[in-house]
């Protein structure tokens, strides 16, 4: 897969690469650039995607209405681009976006893709947020027998200790280079410091964006 870049960086390729069918459109999925979830659908043409290049938020091309849409004019639920990748046979766009209000879904849904069969699910995203999303159910449904509702029921001192447990074990699978303890341990650390997070209401997406802020 190669990538576009917009405004807010340099352009990598001529637009002139990317196939459009019959209708000259291309798909175009919007992704989150924090957590990877898929927030929607929708097509784009030349002009749009030109348009979105230039101003470094999503346009889109309706195909009922037969006119270019800026995402968000009126809702104020805008889409500031952060990189766009395009497939191997050029012919479907993948937009990384940074979703204003997070919502992109009409219905006011944070993603368009939220149903299962008949019912309504959270979208899925990347492995850490789908963990913290249950730790957080935990934190608000308590289960009696569940390990995550004991630790955040013994709060900072149990949490806390637990940490402190879990980084020294995964020093010391580090002295052993032990590749499969050390797997092991991180994600016992990661884990228990996902349940710091939920103990404190901090969101996950807040430490992700001061990741973000450090791979520049």
């Not at 681009?81 to 479907?92: F, G, H, L, M, Q």
């Not at 308590?142 to 980084?167: F, H, M, Q, R, V």
Request: aromatic share 6%.
């Amino acid at each position: 897969m190669s990538s576009i870049e917009t405004k807010s960086f340099s352009q990598a390729i001529p637009i002139e690469k990317i196939r459009y069918n019959e209708q000259g459109l291309v798909p175009a999925i919007a992704q989150d650039y924090l957590d990877g979830t898929v927030l929607m659908m929708a097509w784009m043409n030349a002009e749009s995607l030109q348009k979105t290049l230039e101003t470094g938020e999503t346009w889109y091309w309706s195909r009922s209405r037969h006119e270019l849409w800026h995402k968000g004019a009126t809702s104020e639920h805008i889409q500031k681009v952060k990189s766009i990748r395009y497939d191997c046979d050029s012919d479907a766009l993948l937009i990384s976006i940074e979703q204003v209000g997070d919502i992109a879904c009409h219905t006011g849904e944070r993603s368009c893709f939220h149903q299962v069969d008949t019912t309504k699910s959270a979208p899925p995203a990347d492995t850490l947020s789908e963990v913290f999303r249950v730790i957080c159910d935990r934190r608000d449904h308590p289960l009696e027998e569940s390990y995550t509702c004991k630790l955040l029921a013994g709060g900072d001192n149990k949490i806390l200790k637990k940490i402190g447990e879990e980084a020294a074990e995964v020093v010391m699978a580090c002295k052993d280079h032990d590749s499969n303890a050390i797997a092991s341990e991180v994600a016992d650390l990661f884990y228990h410091t996902l349940v710091a997070l939920a103990a404190h209401q901090v969101d996950l997406r807040d430490v992700y964006r001061q990741l973000q802020q450090r791979r520049r």
